[in-house]
């Protein structure tokens, strides 16, 4: 059975005019019956709480075998180092300049069984969520979703590359997910 587990949970802090002061993004393993999988392995920040969970949860770092990239914003990709001999995935229009990523340029993509990679640009233009089929539907949503509010006030993130994409992307999510994983927070319910 697929299980998902969160390693640490990222934050967004802000400055009083609006600007990012802070920002680490929430790392998530994913475990099927054939893979180990990272998504999002955050900022150097986070590594000692990313370790700490891997111990706690009796996985081994060198087990991971895939890395998802939801986009190649440094929050989300300064620890992509702890994973060397993983394949990388990433969308198309993101950094070129990580050594044998695989770069995605479908809408959908199947990665594994009950995992499928899916392109929710808006944010930026290389953004995609995973789908995670296992206890409830998950959705690994990076910043398409990077705060909850976004999902409750149906707004898009406050930086994006287009807001139509960016609320097309949250209603694609909504529409499959049970539960939300944000880029920067708590999981939630989507019904709560």
């Keep these: 059975m697929t299980q998902l587990d969160i390693l640490a949970v990222g934050n967004l802090l802000r400055n009083e005019d609006g600007s990012i002061a802070q920002a680490d993004s929430t790392c998530v393993l994913i475990r099927t019956p054939d893979h180990t999988i990272v998504v999002d392995p955050s900022t150097k920040y986070m590594k000692p709480a990313v370790k700490t969970s891997f111990k706690q949860i009796g996985v081994f770092v060198k087990d991971v075998d895939m890395v998802v990239l939801t986009h190649t914003h440094s929050d989300h990709i300064e620890n992509l180092d702890m994973y060397p001999k993983a394949k990388v995935y990433v969308h ?63 707004v898009p993130p406050a930086i994006n590359t287009d807001t139509r994409l960016a609320l097309e992307s949250i209603k694609k999510i909504t529409e499959y997910a049970d539960v939300i994983i944000p880029g920067h927070g708590f999981p939630f319910m989507k019904d709560q």
């Design 92 to 154: 198309k229009g993101g950094k070129t300049d990580i050594p044998g990523a695989i770069v995605i340029d479908k809408d959908e993509y199947d990665l594994c069984e009950g995992v499928k990679l899916v392109y929710t640009p808006g944010h930026c233009t290389e953004e995609m969520s995973v789908f995670v089929k296992a206890d409830r539907k998950y959705v690994v949503a990076g910043d398409a979703i990077p705060l909850e509010d976004n999902f409750l006030k149906n």
